[in-house]
């Protein structure tokens, strides 16, 4: 795997990371609060990230491929969060 495709990888787990550090942090009634703020640092992460890289070829695939990977490892994080909440 190149280089700039493993910082698609690390917003990634910086996705897991914010969901893991709102499921035992946070009170069960914020989980949906603290999870839509930890996808707007995912976001704006992404585009530092991606900036910082300095290579202009497949920008817009690695911040679309960044910021879709958070959102879905995010809205896992939700999921679960909704099945703990049934029991």
């Known amino acids: 795997m190149n280089r700039q495709w493993i910082s698609v ?6 996705g ?9 942090l946070s009170s ?3 989980y ?3 999870i839509g703020l930890s ?5 704006i992460a992404t ?4 900036l910082a890289t300095g290579q202009k070829k497949g920008y817009v695939s690695r911040v679309t491929a960044s ?3 958070a959102t879905l490892v995010l ?5 679960v969060f909704a099945l703990m909440g049934l029991s």
Do not use: E, H, K, M
């Open 9 to 14: 990888a690390v917003v990634w787990l910086l």
């Open 16 to 24: 897991a990371l914010c969901a893991l550090v709102v499921g035992l």
């Open 28 to 30: 069960p009634g914020n």
């Open 32 to 34: 949906l609060a603290w």
């Open 39 to 43: 996808l707007a640092g995912c976001t």
């Open 47 to 50: 585009l530092c990230i991606q």
């Open 67 to 69: 910021i879709v990977g």
């Open 75 to 79: 809205a896992a994080a939700t999921g």
